[in-house]
């Protein structure tokens, strides 16, 4: 009734894991095509909170038109029957009616990062995508939805908001870490961000969030979608890569060298970070993990029936024990290798 469908094929609905909204995989018939011509499309019913600020999402779904128009790999949003791009549906429950903002998408076919093997070629491949998407971004028009928004996952301007949930982690080891850290990203990495230029950043780039393609002849896989805008704000745009770093490093022996060598190389080809924000980034890898693994823990004690919260959290605790374990020099060292410094 909302989106311009002739039918939905009902057997079809699956709920997909999310972190704080409810996906949904669907296929239909669109208006204008022929009767058995099924699409899939990615429903999407937003939170409470997130509900109540249409234009932030009216901005999210902006920014995706932006990037296709450009030949950017992203899902499109379907118009409403009235033209928009959010369709808002009252839901009646035990604590009263509220209003949720439905969208659709197009579902974008392939397979995830985190079911595929990472190898040298993938991450650099990503690595450059990255690269271009931040070369884009670059030039999308201000949205104030954006720019006004106040969110603890934006890594360049909220990261130490994080503070105030340190009290959730379990171990004093761990919470003794993340206070390091913090105090360490406040000292080194604060005052540089704050002298660089901001801009847009799709603020989380992680394994579940990148599509690949099958592979060549030749073994090689293409980006085909780059998901969920969802976290979309006006940062800094070093945080892009080294939050892409964060999680390629999660579960690899060594993954910050894998990650430098191969992500941020492929990164340097297309959009080379500055030797200022280079000598940050380890403090923005270090940051994120702590992000990840600080808030996914407070949300999972707010809704412990859904462990996907989890799903970054127990080995990014390993990884970030690991790689806060090395030495300022060997880390310039291994960036600097990577940048063919």
Same mark, same amino acid.
């Given at each position: 009734? %909302?989106?311009?469908?002739? +039918?939905?094929?009902?057997? +079809?609905?699956?709920?997909?894991?999310?972190?704080?909204?409810?996906?949904?995989?669907?296929?239909?018939?669109?208006?204008?095509?022929?009767?058995?011509?099924?699409? =899939?499309?990615?429903?999407?019913?937003?939170?409470?909170?997130?509900?109540?600020?249409?234009p932030?999402?009216?901005?999210?779904?902006?920014?995706? %038109?932006?990037?296709?128009?450009?030949?950017?790999?992203v899902?499109?949003p379907?118009?409403?029957?009235?033209?928009?791009?959010?369709?808002?549906?009252?839901? =009646?429950?035990?604590?009263?009616?509220? &209003?949720?903002?439905?969208?659709?998408?197009?579902?974008?076919?392939?397979?995830?990062?985190?079911?595929?093997?990472?190898?040298?070629?993938?991450?650099?491949?990503?690595?450059?995508? !990255?690269?271009r998407?931040?070369? %884009?971004?670059?030039? $999308?028009?201000?949205?104030?939805?954006?720019?006004?928004?106040?969110?603890?996952?934006?890594?360049?301007? #909220?990261?130490?908001?994080?503070?105030?949930?340190?009290?959730?982690?379990?171990?004093?080891?761990?919470?003794?870490?993340? &206070?390091?850290?913090?105090? =360490?990203?406040?000292? /080194?990495? %604060?005052?540089?961000?704050?002298?660089?230029?901001?801009?847009?950043?799709?603020?989380?780039?992680?394994?579940?969030n990148?599509?690949?393609?099958? @592979?060549?002849?030749?073994?090689?896989?293409?980006?085909?979608?780059?998901?969920?805008?969802?976290?979309?704000?006006? #940062?800094?745009?070093?945080?892009?890569?080294?939050?892409?770093?964060?999680?390629?490093a999660?579960?690899?022996?060594?993954?910050?060298?894998?990650? +430098?060598? /191969?992500?941020?190389?492929?990164?340097?080809?297309? /959009? @080379?970070?500055?030797d200022?924000?280079?000598?940050? !980034?380890?403090?923005?890898?270090?940051?994120?993990?702590?992000?990840?693994?600080?808030? +996914?823990?407070?949300? /999972?004690?707010?809704d @412990?029936?859904?462990?996907?919260?989890?799903?970054?959290?127990?080995?990014? *605790?390993?990884?970030?024990?690991?790689? *806060?374990?090395r030495?300022?020099?060997?880390?310039?060292?291994? $960036?600097?290798?990577?940048?063919?410094?």
């Amino acid at each position: 009734l %909302l989106f311009p469908f002739v +039918s939905v094929d009902s057997d +079809s609905v699956v709920e997909m894991d999310s972190y704080v909204d409810r996906n949904f995989y669907i296929e239909g018939v669109l208006e204008g095509q022929e009767e058995g011509t099924k699409n =899939a499309f990615t429903l999407k019913v937003a939170n409470r909170q997130e509900s109540a600020n249409v234009p932030l999402l009216e901005a999210q779904n902006d920014c995706m %038109l932006y990037l296709l128009k450009r030949g950017f790999p992203v899902p499109k949003p379907l118009q409403t029957r009235d033209g928009g791009s959010i369709a808002l549906q009252s839901i =009646a429950s035990p604590e009263g009616e509220t &209003t949720f903002a439905i969208r659709v998408l197009t579902f974008l076919q392939g397979d995830l990062l985190v079911n595929v093997s990472q190898t040298q070629s993938v991450l650099v491949e990503l690595g450059k995508t !990255i690269g271009r998407m931040n070369t %884009l971004l670059k030039d $999308f028009p201000r949205h104030v939805a954006i720019d006004d928004r106040d969110y603890d996952w934006n890594l360049g301007t #909220s990261f130490l908001t994080a503070r105030k949930y340190v009290d959730v982690v379990d171990t004093k080891q761990k919470r003794e870490l993340v &206070t390091e850290v913090m105090d =360490a990203f406040e000292a /080194h990495a %604060l005052p540089v961000l704050k002298s660089l230029p901001m801009e847009y950043v799709h603020g989380d780039l992680n394994d579940y969030n990148i599509l690949l393609g099958k @592979p060549d002849e030749l073994g090689h896989r293409s980006i085909t979608g780059i998901l969920d805008y969802g976290d979309m704000v006006r #940062s800094y745009r070093v945080v892009e890569i080294a939050i892409a770093m964060a999680y390629c490093a999660i579960g690899k022996e060594d993954g910050l060298r894998v990650a +430098s060598r /191969h992500l941020l190389a492929g990164y340097q080809m297309v /959009h @080379p970070l500055s030797d200022k924000e280079l000598d940050i !980034i380890f403090y923005l890898i270090a940051g994120r993990l702590c992000q990840s693994c600080v808030l +996914s823990t407070f949300y /999972h004690s707010r809704d @412990p029936t859904n462990d996907y919260l989890l799903v970054s959290a127990d080995p990014g *605790w390993k990884t970030l024990l690991q790689i *806060w374990s090395r030495t300022k020099d060997e880390i310039d060292d291994m $960036f600097k290798e990577a940048c063919g410094i």
